[in-house]
């Protein structure tokens, strides 16, 4: 079994930065994706970035230039560094990691980004 422990999230204000962290714990036996998803009230569900044990990392248009995925492999840990957040940051974040053909989710870390 994989747990996924998500922290970071929080309130700032547009313009403001937050980082978020998941830190992923259990039977890993090896990590091929690790990954940032958000979803809105009344939106699905949408990727935000991801990295892959290459290391090369992919972002939504929406976030590029603004947003830092990184994986600390010794640690199992990946990092989401949100810098300029706006208000349609706005969402509950969840990390994913695919392990195995199989996807593990966290439970969400909420970001609000208001004045």
């Known amino acids: 079994q994989v747990q996924l422990v998500e922290s970071g999230g929080g309130l700032v204000q547009p313009g403001g930065s937050l980082r978020l962290s998941c830190a992923a714990a259990?039977?890993?036996?090896?990590?091929?994706?690790m990954g940032w998803y958000r979803q809105a009230p009344g939106k699905q569900r949408e990727l935000v970035a991801t990295?892959?044990?290459?290391?090369?990392?992919n972002y939504a248009d929406s976030v590029k230039g603004r947003f830092t995925i990184s994986r600390d492999s010794a640690k199992n840990t990946v990092y989401l560094q949100m810098n300029s957040l706006k208000p349609e940051d706005t969402a509950v974040y969840y990390c994913?990691?695919?392990?195995?053909?199989?996807?593990?989710w966290g439970q969400g870390t909420q970001v609000t980004v208001s004045s």
């Open positions: 990295i892959i044990n290459g290391g090369n990392t």
């Open positions: 994913k990691l695919r392990s195995l053909f199989k996807d593990y």
């Open positions: 259990g039977s890993i036996f090896s990590i091929d994706v």
